[in-house]
């Protein structure tokens, strides 16, 4: 730690959040991180910007061409400290990403000019870090990266999926007639109807879980994570609605088109896959470092 840094940590902590020099008058947070190469904590005096109930910080390193290393800390192990004012709590650190990052940056820009002039000193993307109250579990379960162990195997099952229509419009049925098919495609019709009923179930138990179990318990502890569970749960309406299209589409296969079978499952896993990786970019770090407060996801 700098000694100006020292000096800035004991004039807070001594009077009550309160410090003098270039940051009189300013909002400004302590954040103490986990070392990612020592291990060891490390406090960094922050500028911050309220919003709701989170607090967020900016890697701006004064628009130095390198992310701190206090960002480097929190991508890998987002628990954190915070001291603001005479308040001290731990949390947890995420990154804010897309439109969010922007609206968040310009917003702060704006309170406090010298944001901008950093973000234009520098050619990379100043990272924008929201910091979450919440109750932490030391014992680590890497919950969320068995949130990410479900979705690969719900995505190989749509992949298995996929391959089945293809067998079904290569195999005896490819002689159909209109209106049917041969009745040696009868047994890979039926085939094909199970493993969809299968990779339905599967889905609509993983997110029938996270809404009774993760969900709830998430908004609890987060309050900041509204907007993402919101989107989260608005996009499983629409995979609902997948899950019920999908299942009408190869219940009658035989009498469908085989490009627009091809089309639609391949529609229906895309914008699959883009929840998922929506949902793990914004909850793996988090549920790996909460531990395991709700059990098994699924």
């Known amino acids: 730690m700098s000694d100006w840094n020292r000096q800035v940590i004991e004039e807070f902590r001594a009077g009550g959040g309160r410090v003098g020099g270039p940051f009189e008058g300013a909002d400004l947070l302590l954040l103490?991180?986990?070392?990612?190469?020592?291990?060891?904590?490390?406090?960094?005096?922050?500028?911050?910007?309220?919003?709701?109930?989170?607090?967020?910080?900016?890697?701006?390193?004064?628009?130095?061409?390198?992310?701190?290393?206090?960002?480097?800390?929190?991508?890998?192990?987002?628990?954190?400290?915070?001291?603001?004012?005479?308040?001290?709590?731990?949390?947890?650190?995420?990154p804010v990403a897309g439109d969010e990052r922007d609206r968040l940056y310009a917003r702060q820009g704006e309170r406090v000019p010298a944001y901008a002039d950093y973000?234009?000193?520098?050619?990379?993307?100043?990272?924008?870090?929201?910091?979450h109250r919440g109750h932490l579990d030391g014992r680590g379960a890497a919950i969320g990266d068995e949130l990410v162990r479900i979705h690969d195997d719900l995505r190989a099952r749509l992949a298995d999926l996929r391959a089945d229509v293809?067998?079904?419009?290569?195999g005896p049925g490819s002689d159909r007639v209109p209106g049917g098919v041969s009745e040696g495609a009868s047994d890979l019709a039926r085939q094909l109807r199970?493993?969809?009923?299968?990779v339905c179930d599967v889905l609509g138990e993983h997110h029938?879980?996270?809404?009774?179990?993760?969900?709830?318990?998430?908004?609890?502890?987060?309050?900041?994570?509204a907007p993402v569970?919101?989107?989260?749960?608005?996009?499983?309406?629409?995979?609902?609605?997948?899950?019920?299209?999908?299942?009408?589409?190869?219940?009658?296969?035989?009498?469908r088109d085989p490009g627009e079978v091809r089309a639609e499952l391949d529609r229906i896993t895309a914008e699959l896959d883009a929840h998922f990786a929506y949902e793990e970019e914004q909850l793996r770090t988090l549920?790996?470092?909460?531990?395991?407060?709700?059990?098994r996801a699924r």
């Open 32 to 94: 103490t991180s986990t070392g990612r190469k020592t291990g060891a904590p490390h406090t960094t005096p922050l500028g911050y910007m309220a919003d709701g109930d989170r607090l967020i910080v900016f890697a701006s390193n004064a628009g130095l061409p390198h992310d701190p290393a206090w960002y480097h800390n929190v991508r890998a192990d987002p628990r954190v400290t915070v001291e603001v004012g005479t308040e001290t709590f731990e949390g947890v650190a995420l």
């Open 119 to 131: 973000q234009r000193r520098t050619s990379r993307v100043i990272p924008v870090v929201a910091l």
């Open 166 to 170: 293809d067998a079904f419009y290569a």
């Open 194 to 198: 199970e493993h969809c009923v299968s």
């Open 208 to 225: 029938d879980n996270e809404e009774a179990r993760a969900f709830p318990r998430l908004e609890t502890e987060f309050p900041g994570l």
């Open 229 to 255: 569970i919101t989107r989260l749960r608005r996009e499983h309406v629409t995979v609902t609605e997948n899950r019920r299209r999908l299942q009408a589409v190869l219940d009658d296969a035989g009498s």
């Open 287 to 295: 549920m790996n470092a909460v531990g395991p407060f709700w059990g």
